[in-house]
């Protein structure tokens, strides 16, 4: 049997998208759904947990949802912005192993903007000794404020992996024109071998 799981966590909407009533969730929007097709599909359990009031994100309550899962060296973490966000405070400020990390275009409020204490942590720069494999995928069109977060990760973690992207903007269906991301598949089906 399988043992192989995975965890995809959103990014951050905006309040009026999270709320529009002929939208969709955070966690079924964008690549997510498709992504979570293509993992189960290998046999690998893909869980795409909604976080709590994501258009304003608090770290304990998205932490609390993220606690019901088991997180273990067989596990594929994949965070989206705020998500990928999210898991270096994790990874960060816990003594943990996993799997495979992959985040795509990391969001760690370079600029101090959001109210809620989210990323007020310190990076911890053996961040990617406690995975198997870290890796960032990065767009050359991206915010400001994800290539300032990306800059941070890369000269702050030792051993992290930077694949860098063109005119994929924000990883989004309104950047990309697509649900299908194939590269952030084929990433998370390569093998979980320690560099």
Same mark, same amino acid.
């Given at each position: ?52 009031? &994501? ?10 949802? +993220? ?5 273990? =060296? !067989? *596990?594929? $973490? ?46 911890? &720069? ?10 960032? +995928? ?5 915010? =400001? !404020? *994800?290539? $300032? ?47």
């Amino acid at each position: 049997m399988n043992k192989a799981k995975a965890i995809i966590l959103h990014g951050m909407p905006p309040k009026e998208e999270y709320y529009d009533p002929e939208g969709h969730a955070a966690s079924n929007r964008h690549w997510v759904p498709w992504l979570q097709h293509q993992l189960s599909m290998k046999d690998i359990l893909t869980q795409t947990p909604e976080m709590p009031r &994501p258009y304003e994100p608090e770290y304990r309550d998205w932490l609390e949802v +993220f606690q019901q899962f088991t997180v273990d =060296e !067989d *596990i594929i $973490l994949i965070g989206h912005s705020c998500g990928a966000g999210f898991l270096v405070r994790w990874l960060s400020e816990n003594n943990v192993k996993v799997g495979k990390v992959i985040l795509v275009a990391p969001f760690l409020d370079p600029k101090g903007e959001l109210t809620s204490d989210f990323f007020k942590f310190q990076i911890d &720069p053996n961040l990617a000794s406690k995975a198997k494999d870290v890796v960032i +995928f990065n767009s050359n069109d991206d915010w =400001e !404020d *994800i290539q $300032l977060s990306v800059q941070k990760l890369i000269k702050t973690v030792k051993g992290i992996r930077l694949r860098n992207f063109e005119g994929y903007g924000h990883f989004t269906v309104g950047c990309m024109k697509t649900i299908k991301f194939p590269e952030v598949f084929e990433e998370a089906m390569l093998p979980m071998i320690r560099l």
